[in-house]
């Protein structure tokens, strides 16, 4: 699996005139072989770092701690590359991760003969440059991949659409638990189950669920313990990580239907997401559709969102094209975007609204199918 | 908070000669401010890495994403820290989180006249190297703060015992749960939710949920779909993460009370549980205790658990004491060590139960309480 990118990237190579490159951001090496790390692995106290990739002579070589081979295989990763691993947990003497680590990076990268040698270096474990080939010069590879990413195959496509069911699912869970009395942690608890059962693993769940009488930021924020009353709007935005890829939507919830205040602002949102779903095609302009959405808040005169209108998302759940005011990326077919305006009067009430969108030959399909009614 | 461990700290980096230094392992971090990133910071899209902390002068500077400057104040953190931001999430410009970290570095360390630094070099990343002082000579500190964080504070013992009541609720919901026909993931979601309930928040829930006719591994794994049956005996090790501190703690369950041979093989690990316990004090040493676990297990025919007999606890999940074969730590008041003999017939069953203890001045407190019987 994942052919498709690491062919382009060899031709991307190529055409740099590299002789070898290594990969160590995570988002990278998802989206070359489709290895899937547990979450929460940086504070794995036997790992001496993120996955490593070497790629030499059209050769892709996954260096992974050794208890997570196994997750390494997972998704049907490694069809295509070599996996190596490092010693990391033992009773038979004191855990020397990072030494192991460094005495493999010796052996397959320190003997290379690669002349040119692309690296990622915002990523790049200090160590990692006292193995390289003596003689390399080292060209920073920072941001190649991205514009390549953003554009999804059939088969991220299928993970994502997966992705997005799981929290479609979490949405009409938070809208039924949304009731007075309650609180935002214990709807967030219900979601987490709920996604968690379905998924049959234990997943990761991000990002919001705040009560709109928070102030000064009723935007976002991970829950707590705060009250939900019986005049409460409920922000849910909810991501969670499948086979690496990630999901977005965002709802919101009252617990006795919106006050007719509520009712007219959530409507609103309703409508500002479908213009901004209308303006998506090939060949629109991120910048422009940004600024669009910005203008159908204001001419109504609601105050304008601070956060962007929306931005991509694939092996991480914020990446381009970016729906914000500065970008000048066009759309293409193939590309995944979340949309999202919303309305925040910060100690009173709040709403936003977020769906999925694939770009399409001639539009958009939404990915996201959950009721955004009352 | 945390003035002891700094001070300690100071001394070490006086004894040693060092100018400076720069911590850049999270558990140093959070060991030295308290400063508590939440889980999965690995897979922000918006970080450049993870905190870094420069000590000079006797001054410590944690250096940070503006994003996560507010959790940095969380739990008390910061009295005695200078706080230093880089920008992360903007809609105004690309992100470029990597410069703007490496500018705050360049005014900082680079502008240092420091002659002898400290860093961790296994941490380390890449770009910090550049951002050093022209004329100073980098000192690996890798492996000082591990004996220092053995002993803990009043301050870090009140984090775990608040911690360990987390577990406690946790196995005891996953007692009521583990019913013949749900499986894992199902009393796994219930003890997530119980927990996060608790905590007022949501908390990273970790080890393994695993049925004992898993084969051929059934000592741990993250909990799947696996149906729990009525003669089942399922092994639920649950840590948590509160306010940068971890928990853990292992109970074994049985949905309609053990079979005779289920009750005789958890009888005798509560038994060696129990034997285990009774050797820790002050002067005993690590391997010692290690090797006289496993004869219990041995001079009585069971096969001996291929794992740790335990491990200290505290700004990791595993840390030193580690109570295995080669290790020659002798214990010391404050140490806080889990301990967890187990048996393990892979595709039949297993057990396992695991309690966390205080040494004391002349023997053991113990610091989970959860109920073990049937």
Not at 208 to 231: F, M
Not at 237 to 261: E, H, K, N, V
Not at 288 to 303: C, H, L, T
Request: glycine share 10%; with cysteine; hydrophobic share 40%.
């Amino acid at each position: 699996m994942h052919e498709q990118q690491r062919q382009q990237t060899l031709d991307l190579l190529k055409s740099r005139q590299l002789d070898a490159a290594l990969f160590s951001s995570m988002e990278s090496i998802k989206w070359l072989t489709g290895f899937t790390p547990p979450l929460n692995t940086g504070l794995n106290p036997f790992a001496a770092g993120d996955a490593l990739l070497w790629v030499e002579h059209g050769h892709f070589s996954l260096i992974v701690l050794d208890s997570q081979a196994e997750g390494a295989s997972a998704f049907g990763t490694l069809a295509g590359c070599e996996l190596i691993t490092y010693a990391g947990y033992t009773i038979e003497s004191p855990i020397r991760t990072h030494e192991n680590l460094k005495a493999v990076l010796a052996g397959k990268i320190g003997v290379s003969g690669a002349a040119r040698v692309g690296i990622e270096p915002d990523h790049l474990l200090h160590f990692v440059r006292e193995a390289f080939p003596a003689n390399a010069t080292p060209v920073s590879m920072t941001g190649w991949l991205v514009p390549l990413r953003m554009i999804k195959t059939d088969e991220e496509l299928a993970k994502l659409r997966h992705n997005f069911a799981l929290v479609d699912e979490g949405q009409a869970v938070a809208r039924r638990h949304c009731t007075a009395g309650t609180r935002e942690i214990d709807v967030w608890a219900a979601v987490h189950s709920a996604i968690s059962a379905r998924a049959g693993a234990p997943l990761y769940l991000g990002n919001d669920c705040v009560v709109g009488y928070r102030s000064p930021n009723n935007i976002g924020g991970l829950p707590a313990a705060n009250p939900i009353r019986e005049d409460t709007a409920l922000i849910v935005d909810l991501s969670t990580a499948w086979a690496g890829y990630w999901s977005d939507s965002c709802g919101t919830y009252y617990p006795q239907g919106p006050t007719p205040r509520q009712e007219k602002l959530h409507t609103f949102v309703q409508g500002a997401l479908e213009y901004a779903i209308s303006l998506v095609r090939p060949g629109a302009v991120s910048g422009e559709i940004d600024r669009r959405v910005r203008q159908f808040m204001a001419d109504a005169g609601y105050p304008v969102y601070p956060h962007h209108t929306g931005h991509g998302v694939g092996v991480s759940s914020h990446e381009e094209p970016r729906i914000v005011p500065y970008n000048d990326i066009a759309l293409q077919a193939g590309m995944v975007l979340m949309l999202e305006p919303g309305i925040y009067f910060p100690g009173e009430t709040s709403v936003r609204l977020e769906d999925a969108v694939l770009v399409t030959s001639d539009g958009a399909e939404v990915l996201t199918h959950f009721s955004k009614g009352f």
